[in-house]
C-alpha cells in the first residue's frame, strides 16, 4: 500500500473514532464532524445527529473495520469496508439500548473527498449485509 491510499485510510478510520465521539456526547453541533466529514454526508450525519439528541439518545459500542482502497484519483477515492458494528442506540435517560447491534458484517462503499488539502467522508453507500472482510 502506497502512502496514498494509507492517508486515504487513516481518513476513514477517523471518520468512524469521531462519529462514535461525537454520537456517545450528543453535544451539538460539533465541529469535529466537518473535520471528518462534507458535503451530502456531513448534511446526513448533522441531521441524524441531531434528531437523536432530540429523541433523548446517545450512541455506545465500537466498530470494526476491514477497509481497502478499490479506486483514488488525487482528489477523491471509493474505500470498500466489510464492517462489523457493535454501536447501539441507547436512551439516554435510562442506558437502555433501542434495539440490538446488526447481526452481521455490512459492505459498504464510501467516496473520500479531499476537502482543502485533507481526505473526509464525501458519502457513504450500504451495498449489502452478509460480507466477510478480505484481510
Request: charged share 25%.
Amino acid at each position: 500500500m502506497d502512502q496514498g491510499e494509507q492517508a486515504v485510510l487513516d481518513a476513514y478510520r477517523r471518520y468512524w473514532q469521531i462519529y462514535i465521539a461525537v454520537g456517545s456526547e450528543m453535544k451539538l453541533p460539533d465541529p469535529r464532524l466537518a473535520e471528518v466529514a462534507t458535503g451530502d454526508e456531513l448534511r446526513q450525519l448533522n441531521g441524524a445527529f441531531l434528531s437523536d439528541q432530540a429523541a433523548g439518545q446517545v450512541l455506545r459500542g465500537s466498530i470494526d473495520l476491514a477497509p481497502e482502497v478499490i479506486e483514488r484519483t488525487s482528489d477523491r477515492a471509493l474505500v470498500r469496508d466489510c464492517q462489523a458494528s457493535q454501536i447501539l442506540v441507547i436512551e439516554r435517560a435510562t442506558g437502555r439500548p433501542l434495539g440490538p447491534a446488526p447481526p452481521e458484517r455490512t459492505l459498504i462503499t464510501v467516496t473520500m473527498l479531499r476537502d482543502q488539502g485533507v481526505w473526509k467522508v464525501g458519502g457513504i453507500r450500504h451495498e449489502g449485509n452478509g460480507c466477510s472482510p478480505a484481510r
